[in-house]
């Protein structure tokens, strides 16, 4: 999937009240940002803790 396509699926999730899947798409589509600033945006669009864990 691209970066847009994971944008799409995010904002159709949180349309649909999945929050949680939202998020976790929409820091998908911040790993396939470039920029650092629009993948802040990105985030910041969608908030909530991310469920990722750090290794």
Partial sequence: ???DEYLQAA???ADAGHHTLAR???EEAA????DPAASART???FPGLS????H
Wanted: net charge positive; no cysteine; proline share 0%.
């Fill in 31 to 34: 790993e396939r940002t470039v």
């Fill in 51 to 54: 469920l990722r864990s750090e």
């Fill in 1 to 3: 999937m691209t970066r």
């Fill in 24 to 26: 976790m798409l929409a």
């Fill in 11 to 13: 904002r159709e999730m």
């Fill in 43 to 45: 985030l910041a669009a």
